[in-house]
């Protein structure tokens, strides 16, 4: 398998302020080891991406040419994120009961970094 070009891996705000969003959630719910342990699962894809940011899949909602909105999906969570040319930019997460079309398509209205 060929390897891609390692891309710098950057971070959108409202990226940060969903994976605050699940680690409260997952705090209240499954406690503070547990949440500590997804949130680092999620950051393990995410920093792994600047080097296999073409193994996952294009967000069918999201549709290009060159295929550049990709999405990891993680237990419940969907990780979206864009590849651009110097980077790869992760853009939002989502639970599962927020995956509806018009969600995911906002991540369109995110300005590159």
Request: proline letters at 3%.
């Amino acid at each position: 398998m060929a390897t891609e070009k390692r891309k710098k891996v950057v971070i959108s705000t409202e990226f940060q302020i969903d994976i605050k969003a699940v680690f409260e959630y997952g705090e209240e719910t499954f406690g503070f080891n547990a949440a500590k342990t997804f949130i680092a699962e999620i950051y393990m894809h995410v920093w792994n991406l600047d080097g296999q940011y073409l193994m996952f899949p294009e967000v069918r909602f999201l549709s290009t040419k060159n295929k550049k909105y990709r999405n990891i999906i993680l237990g419940s969570y969907l990780i979206v994120y864009r590849i651009e040319k110097e980077w790869v930019e992760v853009l939002r997460i989502f639970h599962s009961s927020q995956c509806i079309p018009q969600n995911i398509s906002s991540v369109k209205r995110i300005k590159p970094i």
